[in-house]
């Protein structure tokens, strides 16, 4: 079974976000960059399945659209235990849209047809949470979102998926693409021998094929600040005050 | 007159979800400014009232796909539904609420008509003709403006942000079903069993006010608390991602950037320290309410009210006075 699994190069979470001089982006100046998190449990959940089936025909490939710099990207997914690794490279990252990125990774995809596609359920710098649904229409393949669970026999796979309110058991047929939620695994750290290892792993480079452009972003600013807090006093002798507070002055209950 | 505005109204069992309301509010407003009209799309197999209750909130028609195919919520059926619907009366801008299945739903159109959504938006300008759209990104570090290159405009709006209008239940349109025909090509996605939670939960991206607890709750069985507090209060338990990854709340609860962003009316934090990733997920809220030991925590720095003390002595205290309150 050949597994792709779609990561994208982020700004770790840590990162206090600095908007660029152009007033659009985020200035780069400084940024560690880490493989957004809902994708390392994508890739979790790929390394699993090629477990459960054995190495033997199996494997498990880590794609991504990004710059050059993205290969550091997708060095740490070799070191996970992706089995190769394909870059799409493209410098404008940043500034596309989900359609161009989900344009460029289902070119490559349809070329390697697999089996199963992993992406995480949103990427955590844009939060567009829609690259895994439209890669599926381009691709005309079922999808199904927020995966917490997954069970394979043969041609058909059983997920469980969070709705609104609770879960929900689906059936899928093959090949199928995925976005992975919070729960559905616990990713593992790249040990020093899949460090090691991942150098050898072979990394394939090529130039992503986008030519749509859907969106533009105008700006980027902050978000409200918040008043200073304040502190209404120690420990339960605050209590009352603090209801007196939330009853009259922010008049909530 | 420009081309409609369609909304696509989601409904459980017939019954219109508040997010839809709050679309075809916003549809609504657009509409007056940019001088065209409404149209909902319902879909369901039961669609009980839900077909007649967009007029009430300002929809001209009401088009409506009906059948087994559509009973449950499966993306590719419904992207065809919606496919169809836009076929119809090729509107400027589709919005959906930005609940799970409307964000699933809105970029799965998206692909489907070549372009991209605008998800989670949280306000829409129509000045001039134009829509642009403002939405968090970096789980709310920032705000983007952002417009559609290519018709039509597809967005969400997280729910909450917008207002719902009052229904007018002397309101009546038009009515009309559309024939959408499902192939097995749509039907490789079956539902077999709605799992519901345990307990009747509130939705935390809908709830008005939420009671999280982080670290500092030291154990799951100390959730009683918070718990407690939480039904006095009507709240949604929400919890840190430490509190999470501990294993002690199940990973729906989690807030912040790797979990729920959400923006009540009042967020109590407790034992919660406020990680930037916490602070992104939440800070958005009108008030913040923060109970810590160590008067040093980031989050008394976006707290509205806070108090330095012992979680286990405070909350208990807080949920006595507030019951003393309400009794």
Redesign the interface.
């Known amino acids: 079974m050949k597994i792709a699994v779609c990561i994208r190069r982020v ?1 770790s ?5 600095k ?1 660029a001089a152009d007033g ?1 982006t ?1 200035d780069p100046a400084g940024v560690e960059y880490i493989v957004s ?2 994708d390392e449990i994508a890739l979790e959940e790929g390394l699993r399945v090629k477990e459960k089936l054995g190495a033997e025909g199996n494997e498990v490939i880590a794609v991504t659209v990004g710059p050059a710099e993205a290969a550091t990207t997708l060095r740490t997914c070799l070191a996970m235990g992706a089995d190769k690794a394909i870059l799409l490279k493209d410098d404008k990252l940043y500034q596309r ?4 990125i ?1 344009q460029g990774l289902s070119a490559a995809l349809k070329e390697l047809a697999p089996d199963i596609i992993f992406f995480g359920k949103q990427a ?15 691709l ?1 393949l ?5 995966i ?1 669970k997954l069970d394979l026999a043969g041609k058909t796979a ?1 997920v ?1 998926r ?12 093959l090949p ?1 693409v995925f976005s992975a ?3 559905l695994n616990e990713p593992r750290y790249p040990s020093l021998k899949g460090i090691m290892a991942a150098k050898k792993k072979p990394m394939e480079e090529k130039a992503a094929n986008i030519t ?12 409200p600040s ?11 002798e ?3 005050e ?2 007196k ?3 009259e002055e ?1 008049k ?2 | 007159m420009p081309n409609p505005i369609l909304v696509f109204v989601e409904n459980k069992d017939g019954t219109l979800k508040k997010g839809a309301i709050e679309a075809l509010s916003e549809a609504k407003r657009l509409s007056d400014a940019l001088k065209s009209e409404v149209v909902a799309l319902v879909i369901g197999n039961n669609l009980g009232s839900a077909a007649k209750e967009p007029a009430f909130y300002g929809a001209t028609k009401v088009l409506t796909v009906e059948g087994a195919a559509f009973g449950h919520y499966t993306t590719a059926p419904y992207t065809k539904a919606m496919v169809a619907a836009f076929n119809k009366v090729k509107p400027d801008a589709i919005l959906f609420p930005a609940t799970l299945n409307g964000k699933d739903l809105a970029g799965s159109v998206a692909g489907a008509l070549g372009t991209s959504a605008l998800q989670d938006v949280i306000s829409i300008n129509a000045d001039g003709g134009t829509l642009t759209a403002r939405r968090p990104v970096y789980a709310g570090k920032a705000i983007i403006t952002v417009k559609a290159l290519k018709a039509p405009s597809i967005i969400s709006l997280r729910p909450k942000m917008f207002t719902a209008a009052k229904s007018d239940q002397s309101k009546q349109s038009q009515v009309e079903k559309l024939d959408v025909a499902i192939d097995a090509n749509d039907q490789r996605v079956k539902v077999k069993e709605v799992l519901k939670a345990a307990t009747a939960k509130i939705e935390l991206t809908e709830a008005d006010i939420i009671v999280s607890g982080g670290r500092g709750m030291k154990g799951p069985e100390h959730y009683k608390i918070i718990e407690e507090l939480a039904a006095i209060l009507k709240a949604a338990v929400g919890a840190s991602r430490a509190a999470v990854d501990a294993g002690w709340r199940p990973h729906e609860d989690q807030v912040g950037q790797t979990g729920k962003t959400v923006c009540p009316t009042m967020y109590v934090a407790c034992g919660i320290s406020g990680a930037i990733q916490h602070l992104a997920g939440m800070s958005s809220s009108k008030c913040i309410v923060a109970i810590n030991k160590d008067p040093e925590a980031p989050i008394f720095k976006v707290a509205n009210y806070g108090i330095v003390g012992d979680l286990f002595e405070v909350v208990p205290a807080l949920a006595n006075e507030l019951k003393k309150n309400q009794g």
């Open positions: 700004p979470t840590e990162t206090t976000v908007v659009k985020l998190p809902f849209a989900p359609y161009e989900a955590v710098d844009d939060d567009n949470s829609q690259v895994p649904t439209i890669t599926a229409q381009l005309n079922p999808f199904v979102g927020l917490v059983t469980q969070e709705i609104d309110g609770g879960k929900e058991v689906l059936e899928v047929v199928a939620q919070k729960g749509a452009n859907t969106l533009e972003v105008l700006k980027m600013e902050y978000p918040r008043p200073p807090g304040k502190i209404v006093g120690k420990g339960v605050a209590v009352p603090l209801v507070l939330l009853k922010a909530i209950i």
